[in-house]
């Protein structure tokens, strides 16, 4: 087990978790209530692929980021 | 007189100190309390109204930039002189100059948050510089 924090970047919160081998990044946001957002362990690091296994990337103890989805890009519905 | 001596005291022997430290017992734990600040304001940003003024941070830089919320979930990201390497970047036509070295970022899909936002133009910044 690791435990982690993971920081919600848009208000800062802070919500601590315990994870198990194998957890992936879609385990953790659909537990968290926060399926829209995607997480990372910051901004020079990829985000995690929602199948990926975060347990193996990350040490005991440390924090990551949950964002929303964004993308620089030429079209945008949402403009 | 350069140095004039107030008092003195006796240096606590070893024993003493030891007994001290054995009735007084181990110093008590202090909880720190966690600052749960959004990431905008923890990179230090600076919001004036709807606009919000900061700078991009990287590993290899930081680099000015500018965020108006024009209306919840909807913003206009900018940077201020991005660095060559964004030039080679496959985003790099999605940055549109508006003179004296400002640049409007265009989003495909725009974030929820300004936090959300500074993360992923600094996530592309990083991906420009080592070439991914």
């Known amino acids: 087990m690791k435990k982690l924090s993971v920081v919600v970047a848009g208000t800062g919160q802070i919500k601590d978790i315990e994870i198990q081998p194998g957890t992936t990044a879609r385990d953790i946001l659909d537990q968290l209530g926060l399926p829209d957002y995607l997480l990372s ?3 020079n ?3 995690f692929a ?3 296994s975060v347990y193996d990337k990350v040490a005991d103890g440390e924090k ?16 | 007189m350069k140095v004039r001596v107030l008092s003195t005291k006796d240096a606590p022997s070893l024993l003493s100190r030891i007994i ?10 202090m909880a720190i309390k966690r600052s749960q600040i959004p990431y905008w304001h923890e990179r ?7 606009t919000y003024r900061g700078t991009y941070k990287t590993a290899y ?5 500018r965020i108006e919320q024009v209306r919840p979930g909807n913003f206009r990201l900018y940077i201020f002189d991005p660095p060559r390497d964004v030039r080679k970047h496959r985003h790099w036509t999605c940055f549109q100059s508006q003179g004296n070295g400002r640049y409007r970022i265009h989003m495909s899909r725009m974030p929820d948050d300004v936090s959300s936002g500074i ?3 600094e996530r592309l910044l990083t991906e420009a510089f080592e070439g991914r």
């Open chain 1, 50 to 52: 929602a199948a990926e």
């Open chain 1, 64 to 79: 990551i980021f949950a964002s929303t989805k964004a993308e620089v890009g030429k079209a945008s519905g949402r403009k």
């Open chain 1, 45 to 47: 690091d990829p985000f």
């Open chain 2, 44 to 50: 230090g940003w600076r919001q004036e109204g709807r």
């Open chain 2, 20 to 29: 001290g430290q054995v009735l007084g017992g181990p110093a008590p734990i």
């Open chain 2, 119 to 121: 993360l992923a133009i």
């Open chain 2, 61 to 65: 830089g930081s680099f000015i930039g």
């Open chain 1, 41 to 43: 362990k910051g901004p």
